[in-house]
C-alpha cells in the first residue's frame, strides 16, 4: 500500500475537528491536512447516523454554519440536519 504524507492529521471529523480544519488550513494555506474519521459520515455527535427520533435543537442558522459558506433558507433543511447536502470548500 502506498503510503501519503501529511503536515497535519486531524482525528475526528465531528465539529471540533472540522472547525479546527478549516481555520488552520486559512492561516497555513500551504500546509497539507487529512482528517480521519472512523463513522461513516462527518458531523460527530450532530451526524446523521447519530439522530434518534424525536431529536430537538434550539440554535439559528447563523450559529450552525461558517461566515462564508451559511447554512441557508434557499436549502432543503431537513436534508441539512441528515447530513445529506455537501459544500466544496476551496
Do not use: K
Not at 2 to 16: E, K, N, P, Q, R
Amino acid at each position: 500500500m502506498a503510503s501519503t504524507m501529511f503536515d497535519v492529521v486531524v482525528i475526528g471529523a465531528g465539529l471540533s475537528g472540522i472547525t479546527f480544519s478549516r481555520f488552520y488550513l486559512d492561516v497555513h494555506s500551504g500546509c497539507t491536512l487529512a482528517i480521519l474519521e472512523e463513522d461513516s459520515c462527518v458531523g460527530g455527535v450532530w451526524s446523521s447516523t447519530r439522530l434518534y427520533n424525536g431529536f430537538w435543537s434550539q440554535s439559528g442558522l447563523r450559529m450552525s454554519g461558517f461566515s462564508d459558506v451559511p447554512i441557508s433558507l434557499r436549502y432543503d433543511l431537513p436534508r441539512h440536519l441528515r447530513g445529506q447536502i455537501r459544500h466544496e470548500v476551496p
